[in-house]
Antibody, heavy 116, light 110 residues
Framework: QVQLVQSGAEVKKPGASVKVSCKAS????????INWVRQAPGQGLEWLGW????????KYAQKFQGWVTMTRNTSISTAYMELSRLRSDDTAVYYC?????????WGQGTLVTVSS | QSVLTQPPSASGTPGQRVTISCSGS????????VYWYHQLPGTAPKLLIY???QRPSGVPDRFSGSKSGTLGSLAISGLRSEDEADYYC???????????FGGGTKLTVL
């Protein structure tokens, strides 16, 4: 069965970077884009961008251009999202989700807390 | 403020039909497909409707989607207690060149 398993919770200081991983299983990793979406506490969903695991090509939301980087390692079917220059308002749950005519499978989410 | 506008809350009694709206513009809903997700507290969102009105396998036919102009709608018929969740609409936005979400609607089953 399709599964996306994300790395564990992180606590970071302002100005630091965080890298979240998303390991895919149960399907051909290179066959579907991976979206990254975040949700601040008590807030709605916000799209960060996507990566094409086949080519490595990326598309970032305008807001995150210059401070988000999405990569992948096809040998271990894992996608990564790195956010730099963290601020307190980057505290959120970060999700990866497979793109298949909508985000049809989601990871369990990774809580990133930014606090001094 | 979200690019797509949803009512913050909606409610209904068991068995009723409830509709949730998602208002956008010509650069998003007006020219692209609408998607709907629902989210139970503490869990990841789940795809409910794709391509305006298509249901993924496993989603009951009590859930239906539609689009007219720059307005998307999600209808839930035969409301059940387990439908109590947050509902989000999403679409591609040509001006922003990215995916935009609505702010979410909290559905309460009375």
């Amino acid at each position: 069965q399709v599964q996306l398993v994300q790395s564990g919770a992180e606590v970071k200081k302002p100005g630091a970077s965080v890298k979240v991983s998303c390991k895919a299983s149960g399907y051909t990793f290179t066959g579907y884009y991976i979206n990254w979406v975040r949700q601040a506490p008590g807030q709605g969903l916000e799209w960060l961008g996507w990566i094409n695991p086949n080519s490595g090509g990326t598309k970032y939301a305008q807001k995150f251009q210059g401070w988000v980087t999405m990569t992948r390692n096809t040998s271990i079917s894992t996608a990564y999202m790195e956010l730099s220059r963290l601020r307190s308002d980057d505290t959120a749950v970060y999700y990866c989700a497979r793109d298949n005519e909508g985000a049809d499978y989601w990871g369990q989410g990774t809580l990133v807390t930014v606090s001094s | 403020q979200s690019v797509l506008t949803q009512p913050p809350s909606a409610s209904g009694t068991p068995g009723q039909r409830v509709t949730i709206s998602c208002s956008g513009s010509s650069s998003n809903i007006g020219s692209n497909l609408v998607y709907w997700y629902h989210q139970l507290p503490g869990t990841a969102p789940k795809l409910l409707i794709y391509k305006n009105n298509q249901r993924p396998s496993g989603v009951p036919d009590r859930f239906s989607g539609s689009k007219s102009g720059t307005l998307g709608s999600l209808a839930i018929s035969g409301l059940r207690s387990e439908d109590e969740a947050d509902y989000y609409c999403a679409a591609w936005d040509d001006s922003l060149s990215g995916v935009v979400f609505g702010g979410g609607t909290k559905l309460t089953v009375l």
